[in-house]
């Protein structure tokens, strides 16, 4: 629960999303149904920028598609997600300098709002979360199939007779696929290399997934292998940069 004099600099926290921010207004103290105006009050009152423009109703219906809140005839309230989720922002907004993660994780985070697909975006969302508190091995392993779920849906939204073209030509057994579940199917190596066919990616691009590929496998599984910081980091901005912000 929050105090509404913490509430100001939370809704200022940088990178956060209005989505963020509305639900953050549910859970001020004293808690109860609010209504979307009261919402926008209290993010006016807070000196947020355009607060006044904004459109606090498709915010709340938003997080309610999120899980994070549900429209009752009193008002809008988190439920048990959201409130979940606004204990992560909470921390996430009271992480000193030194704490704070780096560069390409802040990044994920803040394009988090950009990714439509609930399941995708919920993948994302865990991942910036296991970097954030250090859980690399799971950053790594999250992150990975979050890009791979990004490619999926530009697949199936515009190459998917392309791809499946090319997919019967290289392995004899293959079925058309119509939804991500069925493209899961295929080996994620070969997966890479029906992009490149397709022309969805280059063969430098391809070699460089094929890193974080290897590397997602060695931190899937447990190993001797030595999990840095820095390594994580690169993973992350390299699907950062060939897959969430192309797709």
Not at 143 to 164: H, M, P, Q, R, T
Not at 170 to 181: F, H, I, M, Q, Y
Not at 225 to 236: D, F, N, P
Request: net charge positive; proline share 3%.
């Amino acid at each position: 629960m929050i105090n509404a004099s913490d509430l100001k600099d939370l809704l200022h926290t940088p990178g956060i999303s209005n989505r963020s921010r509305v639900v953050l207004c549910l859970d001020v103290s004293p808690v109860a149904p609010r209504s979307a105006t009261e919402v926008r009050g209290m993010i006016v009152n807070a000196g947020v920028v355009n607060a006044g423009k904004m459109s606090v109703v498709t915010y709340l219906e938003r997080a309610r598609d999120s899980g994070w809140a549900r429209k009752l005839p009193a008002g809008w309230e988190l439920t048990k997600t959201g409130i979940a989720h606004v204990a992560t922002l909470v921390k996430h907004a009271a992480m000193t300098t030194d704490d704070a993660p780096p560069e390409p994780i802040k990044t994920l985070r803040d394009h988090l709002q950009l990714i439509a697909k609930e399941e995708t975006r919920a993948f994302l969302e865990e991942a910036v979360q296991c970097a954030e508190r250090k859980l690399y091995r799971s950053a790594v392993v999250l992150s990975w199939v979050g890009a791979v779920a990004v490619l999926d849906d530009y697949i199936i939204a515009n190459k998917l007779n392309e791809f499946n073209a090319e997919a019967r030509k290289r392995l004899s057994k293959w079925k058309d696929a119509t939804n991500g579940d069925e493209l899961a199917i295929m080996r994620e190596s070969d997966f890479l290399h029906v992009l490149e066919a397709t022309s969805v990616i280059g063969k430098n691009v391809r070699e460089e997934l094929e890193g974080c590929l290897k590397y997602r496998n060695a931190c899937g599984h447990p190993s001797s292998l030595k999990i840095v910081e820095s390594r994580v980091i690169a993973h992350v901005e390299t699907l950062l940069a060939n897959v969430f912000k192309r797709f």
